[in-house]
Every structure is written in C-alpha cells, then in structure tokens.
Nanobody, 124 residues
Framework: VQLVESGGGLVQAGDSLNLTCTAS????????MAWFRQAPGKERSFVSG?????????LYADSVKGRFRVSRDNAKNEVYLQLNNLKPEDTATYYCAADLWGAGTYHSPSYEYWGQGTQVTVSS
C-alpha cells in the first residue's frame, strides 16, 4: 500500500492550495480517507476526512471549517484537500491517511496507512 501526497508549497496568507493524495495497493473505495497535519514542535492533528463509498460524510476540524474542502475520486484512487484563505498557522506537513471501513475519527492510531507528507508553508 502506498499513499503519495502532492501539491504543497510556499504561499502567502490568503492564498489557496490544492493537495492530492494518490493511493495504490488497496481497495480505495473501502477506506475513510483523512488529512492530518503536524507543525514543528506540535502533535499531529486531524484536519479533514471523507467517507468511503458515496463520500457524503465529510469531517473538518474547527480551525479549518469554511476554508478547506475535502473530496475524493474513487475511480482515480485520489483524495483532495482544497485549502483556501490560508493563514500562517496552517503551516505544517500535511499527511494523507486511510482507515478501512472507517466511520471517521480524529484518532490517528485508527488509521492503517499513511503517506510521507507534503509541506505547506504560509507566509504572513
């Protein structure tokens, strides 16, 4: 199983980015897919997630509600995170994670697979 994130970069406050996580080696449509982030010196925290199957269930951390949007394309084995109105406090490494038949949890140990991360840096 491999999860590969892409799309990170250095942007200014107020800008947008689109992150992509491409999965291989698993039956993608069976997994709840989530995005976590970790800033230097801080614990990894849940950002957003989207349910397997129809993908109607979406979760967001309070800090990103109204600014970030998660989506998925099961035909392409990809999950996306659109980051809008970025703030300096959004600076972190963003990780993609997969939870088989997951209902959606903020608890990182519940996720079986993880990507290597993509860096997002927001300057003020």
């Amino acid at each position: 199983v491999q999860l590969v994130e892409s799309g990170g970069g250095l942007v200014q406050a107020g800008d947008s980015l689109n992150l992509t996580c491409t999965a291989s080696g698993l039956t993608f449509s069976r997994y709840f897919m989530a995005w976590f982030r970790q800033a230097p010196g801080k614990e990894r925290s849940f950002v957003s997630g989207i349910k397997w199957g129809g993908g109607e269930r979406r979760l967001y951390a309070d800090s990103v509600k109204g600014r970030f949007r998660v989506s998925r394309d099961n035909a392409k084995n990809e999950v996306y995170l659109q980051l809008n109105n970025l703030k300096p406090e959004d600076t972190a490494t963003y990780y993609c994670a997969a939870d088989l038949w997951g209902a959606g949890t903020y608890h990182s140990p519940s996720y079986e697979y993880w990507g290597q991360g993509t860096q997002v840096t927001v300057s003020s």
